[in-house]
């Protein structure tokens, strides 16, 4: 549909895990960064994590250790593998691509982590 399309979104227990995907138009994909963010109601969209186009990672303070991403060049998706997930993770989260003239954004997927 778009240029960013998510999934792997759903409901999982305080401590299990999810990975997230973005599937990313191949012109974005291999010449911009790719990052996660989360928003909740109320609150500011924040920045999860980011890839670089080299590959190279970078964290919010409050998933380091617990989150990783990753990009697949051949299938111009990036993931976000997210462990040791706490109730203060549930959120909306969003694909993101800073393009030099415009930011892409996906529809966004709903993680709730619960009991």
């Known amino acids: 549909q778009g240029e960013l399309v998510e999934s792997g979104g759903g409901l999982v227990q305080p401590g299990g895990s999810l990975r997230l995907s973005c599937v990313v138009s191949g012109s974005l994909f291999s010449s911009n960064s790719v990052s996660w963010y989360r928003q909740v109601p109320g609150k500011e969209r924040e920045v999860v994590a980011v890839s670089d186009v080299g590959g190279a990672a970078d964290y919010a303070d409050f998933v380091k250790g617990r989150f990783t991403i990753s990009r697949d060049n051949a299938k111009n998706t990036v993931y976000l593998q997210m462990n040791r997930l706490k109730v203060e993770d549930t959120a909306v989260y969003y694909c993101?691509?800073?393009?030099?003239?415009?930011?892409?954004w996906g529809q966004g997927t709903q993680v709730t982590v619960s009991w």
């Open positions: 993101n691509v800073a393009r030099w003239d415009k930011l892409f």
